[in-house]
């Protein structure tokens, strides 16, 4: 069975070694992410802007996570991720339920939210779960990202 929790700062170093791993196997280099400094402070990033991240746990073992940040009716999700032998299980749909629950708390209207196109089952997994894409930008030569949006 999968729980899902608010993140706490015991959570820093499996939160760092998960986002990487997944990345890596997707055939992405964590160090080509935008914005990376909010994995290094979580607490500030998210917990203290009025965002939310949380992990979701399975025998007391973190297996994925997800961010949202909010400005006014707008929110964003990011660091989306599901240790690998855990994907295709539910815990990403779980933990996109819970921060769509914690984005309406936050009277947020629409959701976005971003993956690099490389990463195929984060491209397939947003469209499942109600979300429209609605495009996408470069960064770099080789890096393609996807662009989606979900109205609350």
Known sequence: MTTIRRYQPRDADIVRRLNDEVLRTAGTDPADIPHPDDIEDVQGAYLDTGGEFLVAERDGVVVGMGGLRV???EGELFRMRVALDCQREGVGADLLAALEDA???RDVEVLRAQTAQ????????YPKN?????GTSTRGEDYTLVHFRKEL
């Open 103 to 105: 984005a309406r708390e």
């Open 118 to 125: 490389r990463q195929s089952a984060a491209v397939s997994f």
């Open 130 to 134: 109600g979300y429209e894409r609605v």
């Open 71 to 73: 400005d006014g009716t």
